[in-house]
Every structure is written in structure tokens, then in C-alpha cells.
């Protein structure tokens, strides 16, 4: 990866929202962050925008049409941050950058994190191609769409067990993340390896 | 791993509970695995066992310490089913033997492995010997702790993604596995080449 590589798919923007709207959003934001989602109610939100919760519904369609709105945030911001370590990615590599990339989000924003990829939302409410675009870095990184998969399972697992604190007492997670990159880069090794008549675009090509 | 190798920990067993307070517990895990963590609640529990719900604790001291009680069951199997994996891994070796067990595991008891892995229950709570021998096996098919962290949490984020919807529709899985397996085989390998010195014990051995 160089820093004149093309993103090859565009980014995505979510939806344009009334000023009012916006604020409304903000506000939800607000209350995810600092709560969790339980807290992320028409009364709650009411109640910090200083208005009743009915007159919300002039501006959004409810509480789900909060929750999808920071979603496509979150997604937004994931897939920034993604990218910018994918074009960047220091001695360590674009795998290991990618990753603490990630790490570094999901830790900044536990609540926001969870909304974005639990089982709160139904599969395909979100922005399609803000998805697609906020995961691509995966496979630019690796260079196999599988790995990438693979390796976004990873640092869904790594994050989520360390927001939920489920590690062991004493575990060097900073070790076990360090662990995964070295995985993913081997299998990237492997994998070209053993395909050098087609080799993918954007594997990971720095040495560890 | 070959058939004779010793468990390293001898498992642990979950606490001895009285005639009663079994078939409360057995209860519980029908509900939990039928409808969710919601509907595992003393009114309920009563109602499947034709009693009143204060009498349930006569038996046990609340609907936590049914959780904690699965909780046990469901890591007794999971290390159950890991071992048997590891010990037994076929021509594909023990870390995709122990990947597969894993997954199938949490495929056919979803809210019990949602339970037992999620944020509902305080860190702690669980029996920590059981906790350990379960994840074991991990352990014994790479031969690094670090490596069996990073591969556990990505069992876990593959897992959990999965269980969650949260892949693309068309998604090849299996495949996704497979990279997954192919990635901590490749680090096995890539470790035992920079520590000849003193090699782990039980590392992956099976050339894929």
C-alpha cells in the first residue's frame, strides 16, 4: 500500500438530515455513548433536546431511525479510520495497522461499537455500500477476501471480549492482538505463495 | 496430539446439586435454549415445573444462580467437545478439528453459548478452573498462549457474526474457516521456526 494507492470503492455518505434532525441524532449519540443503548429512548431524548418526545416523530420516524442514523456514523468513522491505516501503515505493517486501527475505535466507542455490529439491528438496515466500504481495508490489507473475513472476525472477537472484559485477569492483550496480526500475515504469505500465477491486489507486503 | 496424550488439567466439574434443584436447573436450560436469556425467569420456570416461583428457592437462591449453573454445563461441554477435538483432530489437523467443534457447538446451543460468553454475567462469576480446562484445548493445538488467545477470539467473532447475522448473504463460511484455520496453522508454524530452542509443547503438527 502507498499513500497514491485509490480507495477502490467510493465512500459512501449517510443520508442528509435536517438541521433539527441532526440535532436530534446528536443528542442520541449522547446518550449511547455515555449510557448504552437501553438509554437510547423518544422520553431520554426528549428530555435532552428540552421538547416532548412526540414532537421528535415531526423530524424522524422513532427511535430506530436514530439508531440506524448512528449506525451509518459509526460505519462512517470505522471505515475512515480503516483507510487511513491501510494507506499508512508504519513499520508494522498494513495488517497490524488495520488492526489497531480498529482496536482503537471499538475501545474509544464501546456503546456506539456494539449498536454498529450486535444483533440489536436486523441484518441489511444498514447502508449497504457504507458497510462494504467501512470493511474494505480488510482485504486491502490482506489481499483474499476470505483472510479478510477471517481476519474481521478476529478483531470483532478480540474487541468485543475486551469490552466485555471476558479475558483472563492478567492477559497481555496487547500480545494476543500482536499474536493475530502475525496470523494474518502469514496467511497472506501462504496464501500468495501458493498463488503466484494471480496474485491478489494489496497484500500485505511488509516484513515483520 | 495422538490418542494417549494426557489432558493436561483434569476438568472440573460443576457443583453437585440436589435432585431438585437439577430439575430446576433442567428447566431452566430448556426455556433458555427455546426462547432466549429473556425468558429464563422465575415466574416462568415455575410454570414449567407446575410450582410456585418462591418455592424454587427453597431449592436454589435465585434465577442467577440457574445462569451460573448452565453457564458451568455449557463450558463443561464446550471443553468436552474441544478435547475431543484436539485429541482426535483427523488429517486436517488440530487447530481446524478444534475450530469445527467450537463452531458447531455454539451453532446447535446459540443462547446457552450466548450466555456463556457474553456480558450478562459478571467477570468472575464462572468456576475458573472449568473456564481454563475449557479453553484448553486451544492451547493444546498451537502450542503458544498468545496464539490460543488470538484464536479463540477469532472462534468467537466468527461465531458470534455468524450466530448475529451479521455477515453479507453469500458469504462462503466455511471458507472463511478455513482462512481463519490456515492462519493460526501458518503462525504455529512461523513460531516454532523462531524458537527452536525450546520448543511448546503439542503445537499443530499436520502439514495441510
Redesign the interface.
Known sequence: MTQSDPVLCAPSRPHAFSPRATEIIAAGRRLLEAEGADALTMRRLGAELGIQAPSIYKHLPGKYAVELALVDEALAEIGLALHQAVRHPGPAGSVASVLAAYREYALAHPNLYRLA???RLP??STT?SL??WSGEPFFLATG?P??A??????????V??E???????G??LQ??????A???V??C???SATSAVAPAPGPEAEVH
Open positions: 455490529t450486535g444483533s441484518r441489511g449497504p458497510e462494504d483474499d476470505q483472510v473475513q477471517a481476519m474481521f472476525s478476529f478483531a470483532h472477537g478480540m468485543i471480549l469490552l466485555d472484559q471476558r479475558f483472563p485477569d492477559s497481555d500480545r494476543t492482538w500482536d499474536a493475530g502475525d496470523a494474518f502469514s496467511a504469505r501462504s496464501r
